[in-house]
């Protein structure tokens, strides 16, 4: 069976929500990540991941996959995590705080079943350390990696600002690892909620970047995703006309000079359509 298209949208829900789980077929997103990290608090850890596996059970979502968020290895919840993810319906997991290959290798072993030869990682490049090693750390082969500009923000002690620029340098990184390692790269969370516009604009920069996909922490923020990253009929006819002159070498298409490198960008549009 072939592997599925890296996540346009991945979706973040709290694992203390199982209401908001069983929701989640209203909202179609590639991929739904039912978090037992950051969005629950440490009081509530054992009772969000008894409701998130029961909840995930419950879920039959052709066309999005469903993971489960672990706590960072290292924090009392990290064993118990394991244990429950492995034995959960959900197809992977998201190991975030990624800085060292070696959870990584461990929660493989965990997740992999008979049900589950090759079961989905994504990671989380959200420290400064794990930015910094990003290109070594790509290398032991997640499934997928996205940044986390918060976390990363918070752990660098600088400010976060509407602009991005304390992150551009970063996420810059993420990407040109990921690329270099072959492993789909997804974009930062706009936590502005209400903003359209302002997650429009930031899909679109990290689209420039070389990101596949977004993160969402709002159902909104779904489909809106799946608008941006995939290419529109303009580009996809654009990069068609493009192929065709491209068979005689260097060509003009509407106005400008096309060569190799353009149809390698032509074709990479086009392997995007869904």
């Excluded at 959870?103 to 990682?121: A, C, D, F, G």
Aim: proline share 8%; with cysteine; hydrophobic share 50%.
């Amino acid at each position: 069976m072939p592997a599925a298209p890296p996540p346009r949208s991945l979706l973040f829900v709290p694992g203390h929500r199982p209401d908001m789980v069983a929701k989640v077929g209203r909202w179609r997103p590639d991929a739904v990540v039912v978090d037992l990290e950051d969005a629950v608090a440490a009081a509530d850890k054992d009772r969000a991941r008894d409701a998130a596996v029961e909840a995930v059970a419950g879920l039959d979502l052709p066309g999005t996959q469903v993971l489960l968020r672990v706590n960072p290895p290292g924090t009392p919840w990290w064993p118990d995590d394991l244990a429950a993810v492995a034995a959960s319906r959900a197809a992977g997991a998201v190991l975030p705080k990624f800085d060292d290959p070696g959870p990584l290798e461990e929660l493989r072993r965990w997740l992999t079943t008979s049900q589950r030869p090759e079961p989905l990682v994504i990671v989380g490049i959200e420290t400064v350390a794990g930015v910094a090693d990003s290109r070594a750390l790509m290398a032991a082969g997640p499934g997928a990696a996205y940044f986390g500009a918060e976390d990363f923000v918070a752990d660098l002690g600088g400010v976060r600002t509407p602009e991005g620029l304390e992150v551009l340098y970063a996420r810059s990184q993420v990407s040109i690892a990921a690329r270099l390692a072959e492993v789909p790269a997804i974009d930062q969370a706009v936590t502005a909620i209400g903003d359209e516009a302002r997650f429009r604009a930031d899909a679109e920069a990290g689209r420039r970047l070389g990101y596949v996909g977004k993160i969402c922490i709002h159902p909104s923020q779904v489909a809106l995703a799946h608008a941006l990253y995939a290419p529109s009929p303009e580009e996809v006819a654009h990069a068609e006309r493009v192929l065709a002159a491209a068979g005689a070498g260097v060509a003009a298409v509407d106005g400008e000079m096309v060569d190799e490198v353009h149809a390698r960008m032509a074709r990479q549009v086009l392997a995007r359509r869904r």
